[in-house]
């Protein structure tokens, strides 16, 4: 019979040995997660982004790479219809000083009469015409020259049918057709016409000027 010694003592003082645990021992403090993963209810960083997305950006701020709308600027009309208003206004400079009525072989200037106003206007428009070809034309620039065209207009009816009578006087004096319409009239009529139908169509056609 072979004996058997009995199994170590420990030593006083030594804490007995024990076989290792079939578990890793819990670790107290914060938990730990894998990485970009984190529990409900908790805070922390967000997860990244897949590919391709934008960054996460704080609420009520725009995404990064995009700026405000750029402000718009005022309208305005468009610049083919000022350079065309700007000929207007200089015809009805070249036609107030020109022949207005020819009285048998003499002729009238229309400075005599109403051909200073109408040049005066035709300065006016010319310097109207002059901003809206530089993209300037405001609103009341295209109105305002709609009204002096207007007055034109209506100054070259005038004194066409002031002529007309006393043509008819004439004639029927026996005095034959001895008065009629200078070409200087006929042209601030026409300039007139054509400066009043520009100036609408500034009123209507404006588009907004970049600021």
């Given at each position: ?22 578990y ?15 529990p409900?209810?908790q805070?922390?960083p967000?997860?990244?982004?897949p ?48 022949p ?10 229309g ?10 206007f ?10 809206i ?25 005038g004194?066409?049918?002031n002529i ?44 907004v000027?970049?600021?």
């Amino acid at each position: 019979m072979t004996y058997t010694p009995p199994p170590e003592q420990p030593q006083y003082g030594q804490q007995p040995q024990y076989p290792a645990p079939p578990y890793p021992p819990p670790q107290y403090g914060e938990p730990h997660y894998p990485q970009g993963q984190f529990p409900q209810g908790q805070y922390g960083p967000p997860p990244s982004q897949p590919y391709g997305q934008p960054p996460y950006q704080p609420y009520g701020q725009p995404p990064a790479g995009y700026g405000y709308p750029a402000a718009a600027g005022p309208r305005v009309s468009e610049p083919l219809i000022g350079w065309l208003l700007l000929g207007a206004g200089v015809l009805l400079m070249i036609g107030a000083p020109m022949p207005w009525a020819t009285v048998l072989t003499f002729s009238v200037a229309g400075t005599v009469g109403g051909g200073k106003a109408t040049m005066f206007f035709g300065v006016v428009l010319a310097v109207f015409g002059l901003l809206i070809g530089l993209k300037q034309g405001r609103l009341w620039v295209s109105i305002t020259a709609c009204v002096l065209a207007a007055l034109v207009v209506l100054v070259a009816i005038g004194n066409m049918g002031n002529i007309t009578d006393v043509a008819r006087k004439s004639a029927d004096n026996f005095l034959g057709n001895t008065v009629s319409i200078g070409s200087g009239l006929w042209l601030t009529l026409v300039a007139g016409i054509a400066a009043l139908v520009l100036s609408i169509i500034g009123i209507a056609r404006r588009r907004v000027q970049p600021s």
